[in-house]
């Protein structure tokens, strides 16, 4: 049993030949057209708007009035209470966590030894790596505002 090879001089298309589209092998559906082809791609700018703060008016560039772009103001106030509801909902997955996880576990640290429950162990362990990478971002913030500093000459 041969290998069918891509090159067959009895079809009218070669590999080469780009002008026509492709026969498809037998059993495969046929190519559809892409949507460049179409006549009506690319949609009317003009056509039916959906709406939205982001809706673009393609005559200005700008974004456009509409109905439902009113001015949304946020508040520091808002952003605080958000962030309050967001703590407490991860406080309470804390506390789940570490009330499921209460098996005594022995813990030693540079020479200190002592048990503690395996929920609270992890805890202090994820709490030391946040505040890790909270000092070390800390410190990478200070040098970019060092150099920013300098290539200003402000102070």
Known sequence: ?????????????????MTTAPT???????IQPTPAADPS?????????????????PA???PRATPNSAAKKHSRTGAAWVALVVAAIVMI??????????????????????TMSLGVA????????ALTAGLLGTVRILQ????????????
Not at 1 to 17: G, I, V
Not at 41 to 57: E, H, M
């Open 41 to 57: 791609y690319p949609p009317d700018p003009s056509g039916p708007s959906f709406g939205g703060s982001d809706a673009v008016d």
């Open 1 to 17: 049993m041969s290998t069918p090879s891509q090159y067959d001089p009895a079809r009218p298309n070669t590999p080469y030949d």
């Open 24 to 30: 498809p092998p037998s059993g495969l559906p046929a």
């Open 144 to 155: 970019l505002r060092a150099r920013a500093r300098r290539a200003t000459g402000s102070r």
């Open 93 to 114: 997955f804390l506390l789940i966590f570490i009330l499921q996880n209460s098996d005594p576990v022995q813990v030693r640290y540079f020479g200190f030894e002592g």
């Open 60 to 62: 200005a560039g700008a």
């Open 122 to 129: 992890m805890m202090f362990a994820a709490l030391a790596g």
